[in-house]
């Protein structure tokens, strides 16, 4: 991942738009991603993590 996180794209949870640098607060964002594309798919990723991190949890117990 470049290290210029200040020109890469951000999905905004507030919103659902995808925005290219540091345009709103943290609070309301997620990313760095570094294409446009990558950042539409925000939500889709945080789901499939969620489930991952539920499954490797529930492994443990």
């Known amino acids: ?3 210029d996180v200040e020109h890469m794209f ?3 949870l507030k ?3 995808v925005e290219q640098g540091f345009v709103s607060p943290s609070v309301d964002r997620v990313g760095p ?3 446009r ?3 539409e798919r925000a939500l889709e990723v945080l789901r499939e993590n969620s489930a ?3 499954e ?3 492994a443990e117990d």
Do not use: H, L, Q, V
Request: aromatic share 20%; hydrophobic share 40%; no cysteine.
């Open 52 to 54: 991952k991190w539920a």
């Open 10 to 12: 951000w999905y905004n």
């Open 1 to 3: 991942m470049s290290e």
């Open 56 to 58: 490797e949890e529930a």
């Open 37 to 39: 594309a990558e950042a």
């Open 33 to 35: 991603f570094e294409t």
């Open 15 to 17: 919103t659902g738009g």
